[in-house]
């Protein structure tokens, strides 16, 4: 399975942005998506997960209200709406996979079986 993420970039405070997470693969529909970020010096973080299904999100607290993690299972992809974007949500930005599709929610980093490659969003004061 292979991710690529896209859509990052810089943005001033209050903006938006749209990430994208395309998957190769058949099996997509039967994975839990998720997506991570991680600030320099800082731990990698979860953001925001969806069933495979697409029924039931989770959010981080520090995000509740302002992302929105979507999926399209016809078209391999999730998308993580991103509004009123604060300095600190500056990172890189991570989408992936989790093979426990079934689950609720899936929060912890060693959860998840596949990776993408990350992508960067700065937003400025």
């Known amino acids: 399975v292979q991710l690529q993420a896209s859509g990052g970039g810089l943005v001033q405070a209050g903006g938006c942005l749209r990430l994208s997470c395309a998957t190769s693969g058949r099996a997509f529909s039967t994975y839990y998506m998720g997506w991570f970020r991680q600030a320099p010096g800082k731990e990698r973080e979860f953001v925001a997960g969806?069933?495979?299904?697409?029924?039931?999100?989770t959010y981080a607290d520090s995000v509740k209200g302002r992302f929105t993690i979507s999926r399209d299972n016809s078209n391999n992809t999730v998308y993580l709406q991103m509004n009123t974007l604060k300095p600190e949500d500056t990172a890189v930005y991570y989408c992936?996979?989790?093979?426990?599709?079934?689950?609720?929610?899936?929060?912890?980093?060693?959860?998840?079986?596949?990776w993408g490659q990350g992508t960067e969003v700065t937003v400025s004061s």
């Open positions: 992936a996979a989790s093979r426990r599709g079934y689950y609720a929610t899936v929060r912890e980093v060693r959860d998840y079986d596949y």
């Open positions: 969806i069933t495979s299904s697409g029924r039931v999100t």
